[in-house]
């Protein structure tokens, strides 16, 4: 077993410190102050003090620390106040010792180590002692504020305990007195209890009880100590365990490689409590643990105690904190898990499925004798205990009939357990396998299905592969084609989709048998479905339809739903998208009709992204409303809910519901999807935090994303990731990053007749290489310059044809050309009309109502409009316009962007006087030269960097002759005589420190 390891950083526990921050504050102010902290062993009570200790000690408080042990009463009077004081007692200043410690007799036994010789009249009284405690203490706050921790006071002997109350009751010094208790420690000891009651009765307490940690400071808790994110299956058992506790989850994490089950330290302070009970209650600890939870009747027949008997234990474990009853007071459990877990270690190899099977006979005869459909839970039950009851064909047979119920009751995750415990035992059962109401391959195939609806897309695989190694196909053609279908559909998950496109392939073939059977129109259903998610939308397209008649002609309605749904989506990409819609609000009425929920999420996902393409973003909201819950109700939430919620999301960024967008981004998210499902919305996150300004987040939530489906390059993800990384890179001046990304994406997508994919990454080249040569320009690289002009070229050429082929009614992809086109016309000044183009822009986004796009434009027309005639009334007024919509969004860098341009234009965008709120303009710029106005100092600023009046004057959108008049007086007022002067009076001015800033260096 590996060392436990600490987290080197205090996780959560803000409100606490803060608190303690405050009392911290009173009692430097002169005040003495008590507080309490209690909670369960572990939770965290001397982290929290150690923490404040450590503010204490910044803020020149004296700490002192003592601490209670478990040693029996009377044993080390004093202790913990004896241990907290004894370093004032080493003190080297011999004049401050005595000072501070004065000449008490009652000091040696305090102090033995000093020396000192009790006095001659013997012993001294405790009344003495604590006298002198209080005596040292006050002395010692009259020089610096004190702090005085005392851990663990349930183990405080009587004198400490004294100490204590006398402490409360008599300073009247700046000191802090900390206690900290176990809190289940109330019930057992009643000293702590007394001791409590009186300290909390005095006004100067404050009482703090510390609570589990949450899921995700757990989360972090790992994190920190593993030193990277704490992912997988192993850390999410661990916080399950440990249930909030960080000490739990230390030895857990500690313990996760080596075999045995709870590492012995954390066992034995588990079981301390337990062994307090008396022996009777063994039997019912047994029975809980055995069943983790148990109601009373089951317990009073398990243990066949009398109902006194039963009772007496019950509330003596209650007591203890060792068992909890649940709300209605009908059942127990453990207070905690892994109490649980070591009472069932502790059992005897014998007791344990000698329990397991009485529970389960009693199970049995319950579920036997009631007329109703037993729950899966019952079921579910039984075959858990009659496996660990070692019973195998019992247990096999009730695994089978617990599977049945719990995919019945949406519990695939569940179910696919109780399928798989079958199938283990299967071989050692042969009597029970040959009278099981599944056959091995059902087994097999449902387990896979089950496996998939909960999100473990290997596994599904896995079990898929077996059953098909059970098949053989040419006797059996057709069920090797259904299960080659379902492999297919998998890999599609998975996602790979090229190993689906060999399954569906392989399925298209067994199943090409006379005559058209349900199982051709499914392969070939998948078969297109493969293509069209590899952007291969005409092939799809017949594909689907010869999938579609076949399903019609076998009368397989969901079948066609799924054929219809290929067909819709990949009309949608080629720009038919009204055909398309029809198409797939055709398939949603039979998948709903056939309550196919599986397919009838997916084609909501569809519909929603054909809605969002068309420009019709808020029915694409409602189309995609209520598919989570719909995913829900199949127990598929994590699996199926991202994908087809997502487009939903991206209409949500797109009109401006930033803050919806956010929450259901982040709820889809915990839902910790398998990686396939989760590129989804983080694809639409990336997004939203492009917009917000943070390029270095989107990038993170992008890369992650295709870090995601790097098994399957499909356009749909390809060309959204690689164009909005693009974009995030060209935020970041990293135009270099950009262009590769925009041609990757284009590899990527080189085969996909979806005019958007091309269109999508082309613009975003386009716009990366118009800032590239924006930049080049103003560093005088006309080589640069060049470039960016022939690789924009290339790109706006290629959408352009792309364009013409495919763009029909997706709205959203014109606007996006559109923009393209301008961003191109920037590339050639004098040669395109750029502000036309802007205008044509912005009116399709207008007309889309998406706020972010439409201001990114107006910005950029503005620019236009102002470069060309250095004031524009139309260019005031757009500038206002994008301001009042960034503002409202949160576009932050947008937002400065438009500022920026503004001020430098010396457009007022501050809105009327009328309507500003009282103190929201913003102060002027600080910390410049005296005497100049303020488009002087902006000429300043631009002449200090190096530029030539020709280049101040484009940038300042003024004439060359303003700007040698602005520097002529410039000159005059900082009593210069050249321009580098200047620059260097205004470049000192930029580092001078702030005034009233102190120099460290004098
Ligand atoms: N908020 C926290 N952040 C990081 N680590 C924590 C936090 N709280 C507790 N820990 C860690 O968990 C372990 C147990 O914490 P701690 O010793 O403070 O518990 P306790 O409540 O004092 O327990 P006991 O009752 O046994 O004294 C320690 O290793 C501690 O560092
Ligand atoms: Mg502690």
Not at 417 to 441: F, Q, V
Request: glycine content about 8%; charged content about 20%; proline content about 5%.
């Amino acid at each position: 077993m590996s060392a436990r390891v600490s987290s080197p950083v205090l996780v959560g526990r803000q409100r606490e410190r803060d608190h303690l921050r405050r009392v911290l504050d009173r009692a430097a102010g002169g005040e003495m102050v008590l507080v309490t902290v209690g909670g369960d062993p572990g939770i965290g009570k001397t982290r929290l003090v150690q923490d404040m200790a450590g503010t204490a000690a910044g803020l020149g408080f004296r700490v002192l620390t003592g601490g209670c042990l478990d040693v029996g009463e009377g044993t080390l009077p004093f202790g913990p106040v004896a241990e907290a004081l004894r370093p004032l007692g080493t003190e080297a200043d011999e004049q401050w010792r005595s000072q501070v410690l004065g000449g008490s007799p009652a000091l040696a036994t305090l102090f033995p180590g000093l020396g000192l010789v009790p006095d001659a009249h013997g012993a001294t009284g405790e009344g003495q002692v604590i006298e002198m405690v209080r005596g040292i203490l006050d002395r010692l706050a009259a020089r610096q504020p004190v702090l005085l921790v005392i851990e663990d006071a349930h183990w405080a002997d009587a004198s400490t305990r004294h100490v204590l109350l006398y402490l409360v009751r008599n300073l009247r010094a700046p000191v802090c007195l900390v206690v900290t208790y176990r809190l289940e420690e109330l019930q057992e000891r009643y000293p702590l209890r007394l001791l409590l009651s009186e300290l909390h009765r005095s006004s100067r307490c404050e009482r703090i009880i510390l609570d589990p940690l949450t899921r995700s400071e757990l989360g972090e808790l790992l994190g920190t100590i593993l030193g990277h994110p704490a992912a997988g299956a192993t850390t999410s058992e661990i916080m399950d365990r440990a249930e909030g506790n960080p000490f739990y989850a230390e030895e857990l994490l500690a313990a996760r490689d080596s075999a045995t089950g709870l590492p012995g330290e954390l066992r034995g302070l588990l079981l301390a409590r337990v062994e307090r009970l008396s022996r009777d209650a063994r039997p019912v600890l047994g029975a809980v643990a055995a069943g983790t939870r148990l109601p009373h009747d089951l317990l009073a027949a398990v243990t066949a105690y009398d109902e006194e008997r039963l009772s007496e234990c019950l509330l003596a474990a209650v007591q203890h904190h060792v068992l909890v009853a649940d709300a209605d007071g009908a059942s127990y459990g453990f207070r905690h898990a892994l109490v649980r877990e070591a009472v069932y270690d502790d059992m005897l190899p014998g007791e344990r499925p000698r329990m397991h099977a009485r529970l389960a006979t009693i199970l049995a005869d319950r579920v036997q004798g009631v007329a109703a459909a037993p729950s899966a839970a019952d079921l579910g039950q039984l075959a858990f205990h009659w496996y660990r009851a070692r019973d195998w064909p019992r247990a096999l047979l009730a695994s089978v009939r617990a599977g049945l119920a719990a995919e019945a009751a949406a519990a695939p995750s569940s179910a696919e357990r109780h399928y798989e415990r079958a199938l283990e035992l299967w071989d050692d059962a042969p009597e029970a396998a040959a009278a099981s109401p599944l056959d091995r391959g059902a087994l097999l195939r449902r387990a896979a299905e089950t496996a998939h609806l909960s999100g473990d897309y290997a596994r599904g695989m896995a079990l898929i592969g077996e059953a098909l190694a059970d098949v053989d196909a040419d006797a059996e053609p057709l069920r090797a084609s259904s299960l080659l279908e379902f492999l297919g559909y998998c890999r599609i998950a998975g996602p790979d989709s090229e190993g689906a496109a060999r399954a569906y392939a392989a399925a298209v073939d067994a199943a090409h048998v006379e005559p058209v059977s349900p199982e051709l129109a499914r392969a070939l259903t998948g078969m297109s479905l493969v293509q069209s998610g590899q952007g291969h939308y005409q092939d799809a397209i017949a594909t689907a339809e010869e999938g579609r008649r076949a399903a019609v002609q076998v009368s397989a309605p969901a079948t066609q739903a799924r054929a219809l749904t290929v067909l819709g989506w990949s009309l949608c990409n080629l720009g038919r998208v009204a055909e398309g819609l029809a198409h797939l609000e055709h398939a949603q009425l039979l998948a709903s009709a056939e309550q196919d929920i599986p397919t009838l999420l997916w084609t909501r996902g569809q519909l929603a992204a054909g809605l969002l393409a068309s420009g019709r973003a808020a029915a694409a909201i409602d189309a995609a409303a209520g598919v989570l819950d719909l995913a829900r109700s199949l127990g598929a939430e994590a699996a199926y809910g991202p994908y087809s919620a997502t487009p939903g999301i991206e209409a949500m960024i797109l009109l401006g519901e930033w803050a919806a967008a956010q929450q259901l981004i982040g709820q889809l998210l915990d839902l910790e999807p398998p990686g396939g499902a989760a590129a989804f919305p983080r694809l639409a996150s990336g997004l939203l935090r492009l917009w917000q300004g943070e390029a270095a987040a989107a990038r993170a939530d992008l890369t992650q994303a295709l870090r995601d489906s790097e098994q399957s390059m499909v356009p749909e993800v390809v060309s959204v990731a690689h164009a909005r990384l693009a974009r995030a890179a060209a935020a970041e001046q990293r135009f270099d990053e950009a262009r590769e990304l925009v041609w990757a994406g284009l590899r990527l997508c080189a085969g996909s007749d979806g005019a958007a994919h091309l269109i999508r990454l082309a613009a975003a080249g386009v716009h990366a290489e118009a800032g590239r040569a924006q930049a080049a320009a103003a560093r005088h690289r006309g080589k640069e310059v060049a470039s960016a002009a022939a690789t924009a070229s290339e790109l706006i050429s290629r959408a352009r044809s792309a364009a013409r082929a495919g763009i029909g009614e997706l709205a959203v992809t014109s606007a996006e050309m559109a923009t393209a086109e301008a961003d191109w016309a920037r590339l050639r000044p004098g040669e395109s009309d750029e502000v036309a183009r802007w205008r044509d822009a912005i009116g399709r986004w207008d007309a889309l109502c998406f706020p972010y796009p439409a201001a990114h434009a107006r910005w950029r027309l503005s620019r236009a409009l102002l470069s060309r005639s250095g004031s524009s009334a139309e260019a005031s007024q757009e500038l206002r316009s994008a301001l009042a919509a960034t503002d409202a969004l949160g576009a932050n860098a947008l937002t400065r962007q438009i500022r920026e341009l503004g001020a430098r234009a010396r457009v007022d965008l501050e809105p009327a006087p009328g309507n500003e709120p009282p103190g929201a303009r913003k102060p002027a710029t600080p910390a410049t030269p005296a005497g100049l106005t303020a488009r002087e100092r902006q000429v300043l600023e631009l002449l200090a960097e190096g530029l030539t009046n020709r280049r101040i004057a484009t940038s300042l959108f003024i004439t060359e002759k303003t700007v040698s008049v602005h520097v002529t007086h410039i000159l005059e007022k900082l009593q210069v005589t050249n321009r580098s002067q200047a620059g260097a009076i205004a470049r000192s001015h930029g580092k001078a420190p702030a005034q009233g800033e102190v120099n460290p260096g004098r």
